[in-house]
């Protein structure tokens, strides 16, 4: 396992975001990207990260080991990275990923929306699905599924001790990026904000 070398609540933010993604859909992808984001901060590298890498060398070895013929050797990678096709034919890890960082925009549109709160969330989903041509149903079930994500991750903040809690007792994030990447960690805190009240 790396070692760590910064544990600094908003370097363990961004890498416990990723890793949420990676342990809800065991997408590859993700699994790099938390990697990346891990080295980039230089922090630990999740071990369901480093289990993920292990497999994928033990199966690159084994590649190695029994070389397919040159044409057939970038499917067998692909497999052994684990970014081919699931079993059940759907879709890609590549289609997957794209997929779900345009959900997450989604999401923080409904929740941005003037419409919005959780006694009327109707109005707010009826009205971005009227913008981005979806049905209510499906921004509905694509918001519940990243608040689902949200509240994972902010109980994996709380698990790794990244959140700090200030005099007033409220939760504290280190958060750098886009106006998305702050809209994203309001919802978050709030997440945690209501774990730590029902404790």
Same mark, same amino acid.
């Given at each position: ?117 959780? /006694?009327?969330?109707?109005? %707010?989903? &009826?009205?971005?699905?009227? !913008?981005?041509?979806?049905?209510? =149903? ?41 106006? /998305?990447?702050?809209?994203? %960690?309001? &919802?978050?805190?709030?997440? !945690?904000?209501?774990?730590?009240? =029902?404790?």
């Amino acid at each position: 396992m790396i070692i760590a070398h910064n544990k600094k609540p908003e370097s363990m933010y961004y890498v416990e975001k990723i890793l949420a993604r990676y342990k809800e859909n065991k997408n590859p992808l993700d699994a790099w990207e938390t990697f990346l984001t891990a080295i980039r901060f230089k922090t630990t590298v999740p071990g369901a990260i480093v289990e993920y890498l292990a497999d994928v060398a033990k199966e690159i070895v084994k590649i190695a080991q029994n070389p397919p013929k040159p044409k057939d050797r970038p499917v067998a990678l692909a497999k052994a990275l684990k970014l081919n096709k699931d079993d059940r034919g759907q879709g890609s890890p590549f289609t997957e990923y794209q997929t779900n960082c345009a959900d997450r925009l989604l999401a923080l549109d409904v929740i941005q929306n003037e419409y919005y709160s959780p /006694d009327a969330e109707d109005y %707010a989903f &009826e009205d971005v699905a009227k !913008i981005c041509g979806k049905s209510k =149903s499906t921004v509905r079930r694509i918001v519940k599924k990243q608040q689902k994500r949200w509240h994972a991750i902010a109980k994996q903040l709380i698990e790794s001790d990244a959140v700090e809690y200030g005099l007033d007792g409220l939760p504290r994030i280190g958060v750098a990026g886009t106006a /998305d990447d702050m809209s994203e %960690a309001i &919802e978050i805190l709030k997440e !945690i904000k209501r774990i730590k009240a =029902s404790e």
